[in-house]
């Protein structure tokens, strides 16, 4: 289904706009003011060759270019530009962008697959699990939002979640000096509680009939695509040495949600969902899981969960829920194979929902459905716009904010983790997903310091880390960055440029609305000195590079500079600077 604007039989194009919208708001094109919201034209010159595209800039400076409108002038005419056009103009190394030219391709011709073979249907009609499966458009800002590189056709008809089909896991046993596992119970109950009585006593007849005990020997699951992908390389020699062996395939059959690799229980979607090691590359990053992370990840979760209910106000006032990530498994953790075979458990949404109550990932808020409007208008018409408007910056941005300003911790809240938890489309609560790898604190910053995991424990890795390496930040304008990187610029902006472009709500009168409620909510709590500590009253924010690290450009950090659009907060700054 499309994003606004998107010329649906035209999946090119929108990968030709994306492209040309990352590379102007990253300045790989040179320098550009993204401050005039009223732009109706861009104009550039590379290698002396004009270009030129119509559109605006939208919050934070996001240019919002018209389908149709990237263009060259060749000697004569302007020409409407191809991806090859585009990828040819960006600066990098020739095989960088020969490597994104091949990702680009491959997301348009999923994109194009999708429109021939995906039913047209009303995804507003759907229960989480399919509707989590079902959000096809990808990134919104990314334009390798559907690279997956290493998918074949038939991969993507089999393992992709948009054709919706469901598979069943492939089991391994595993030498026990391979395997780390992280249970929140006995291995023997847990494998139980996860696959059900029958198919463990299957998985120990199999083994048992390979000549292997328990005693030396532990279960280990991985995703079909990823065993085909092993199996005749770098897994090979494990193999060869008797120290892994296949089991097939067994349990319940799952469906991949819109990342892919992680998985939800077709038969019970109130069951644990996993999370697999996928050696694929999406958007700009290769799918496979952090050795460190698969341990820790029970551990965030619980420090997590203890924030959360330790704080009345989240139970009520700012509901907050998290899916926490329970368990853990992962073979050769420290050795060449660490993350290609890794596995996490995470709660699902549908165990949290009571009776009455449905739910949505956020980006499928930004989405346009088969009717050619958006996927909330039904709400937005039941309710009134300006009602719902107000009743969602509550539900969706108070809690991230009071966990970042109260609490000390960010998480990377961005359409796919955040999922909204609704009554006929009124927005009831919040629930957070997805921590083991993208959760940030500063020590000095956090409320309750004594709660904080004592990482050094957990992971050699972590007792020579330095900060910024993985989850403890310097400063606490580094949490700033990624609560506004990830909830603000790359997730509820693409719900505001929705609201100006199909109802004419003007994007600054949200962000307005946005910065009010930020501005009376620390005021009530007396929070001003820790907001100030934050920095969110700056004129410019630093958000992520996408493109460029994508070519390797902007240095290590991978940061560029644009407008804020919360700046109204400097007053507040300044009083407590």
């Known amino acids: 289904m499309p994003l606004p604007f998107d010329i649906v039989d035209r999946p090119d194009e929108r990968v030709v706009r994306q492209l040309a919208a990352a590379a102007l708001y990253e300045n790989l094109f040179g320098r550009f003011d993204l401050t005039h919201r009223d732009t109706r034209s861009f104009e550039w010159y590379i290698d002396g060759r004009a270009w030129r595209a119509r559109g605006r800039l939208g919050a934070f400076g996001r240019p919002r270019l018209e389908p149709g409108t990237v263009a060259w002038r060749g000697d004569r005419d302007w020409r409407q530009a ?32 999708n429109k021939q073979h995906l039913p047209h249907r009303d995804r507003r009609q759907l229960a989480f699990s399919e509707l989590d499966a079902a959000i096809d458009e990808g990134h919104p800002y990314h334009p390798c939002f559907k690279s997956r590189t290493g998918f074949s056709e038939a991969d993507h008809r089999a393992y992709g979640p948009e054709a919706g089909n469901t598979f069943q896991l492939v089991w391994l046993a595993v030498a026990r000096d391979l395997l780390h596992l992280s249970l929140p119970e006995r291995e023997d109950l847990f494998w139980e509680r996860q696959i059900g009585a029958q198919w463990r006593q299957l998985l120990r007849a199999r083994a048992a009939a390979l000549g292997l005990d328990e005693r030396n020997f532990g279960l280990m699951p991985i995703h079909p695509w990823q065993w085909r992908n092993l199996v005749e390389d770098r897994l090979k020699p494990l193999i060869q040495s008797g120290r892994v062996y296949e089991l097939g395939p067994a349990g319940d059959p799952y469906r991949a ?37 698969v341990g820790t990840a029970p551990v965030l979760s619980h420090w997590l969960g203890e924030a959360v209910s330790r704080d009345p106000l989240f139970g009520d006032r700012y509901r907050l829920d998290i899916l926490r990530e329970h368990a853990g498994a992962i073979v050769d953790r420290d050795g060449p194979l660490g993350g290609q075979i890794a596995a996490i458990w995470r709660e699902s949404v549908e165990s949290k929902l009571a009776e009455g109550e449905a739910a949505a990932p956020f980006n499928a808020l930004m989405a346009v459905e088969t ?43 961005h359409g796919q983790n955040m999922v909204l938890v609704h009554r006929d489309g009124w927005p009831e609560r919040l629930i957070l997903r997805d921590f083991h790898d993208s959760l940030e604190y500063v020590p000095g910053f956090l409320a309750n310091p004594s709660l904080a995991p004592d990482f050094e424990t957990l992971n050699p890795e972590y007792r020579s880390a330095q900060p910024n390496q993985y989850y403890w930040m ?28 199909f109802y004419g709500l003007n994007e600054g009168a949200f962000w307005y609305r ?20 934050l920095g969110f009253g700056t004129r410019e924010i630093s958000t992520e590079s996408l493109l460029a690290r994508k070519l390797g450009l902007n240095g290590p950090d991978f940061q560029h500079k644009v407008p804020n659009a919360l700046a109204g907060l400097s007053r507040m700054a300044r009083e407590h600077a």
């Open 257 to 293: 949600s819109q990342s892919v690799r992680s998985l939800s229980n077709a038969r019970d979607p109130r069951a644990s969902g996993i999370k697999l090691a996928m050696n694929i590359v999406n958007t700009s990053t290769r799918r496979t899981i952090e050795p460190h992370s």
């Open 371 to 413: 009717d050619g409007r958006p996927f909330i208008e039904p709400w937005l018409l039941r309710y009134g716009i300006k009602q719902w408007i107000e009743r969602f910056i509550a539900v969706a941005v108070l809690p991230v904010w009071r966990l970042l300003v109260v609490h000390g911790i960010a998480t990377e809240a």
């Open 82 to 113: 191809s991806i090859d056009d585009v990828v040819a103009a960006l600066p990098g190394a020739e095989h960088d962008r020969i490597r994104l030219g091949r990702e680009l391709a491959q997301t348009e011709a999923l994109m194009r697959w």
């Open 474 to 501: 310097q400063r606490p304008e580094d949490l700033r960055d990624l609560f506004v990187d990830c909830l603000f610029v790359f997730n509820l902006s693409e719900i505001s440029h929705l609201l100006q472009s």
């Open 514 to 533: 946005v910065t009010q409620r930020l501005l009376a909510d620390a005021a009530e709590h007396r929070l001003e000195a820790r907001v100030a500590r």
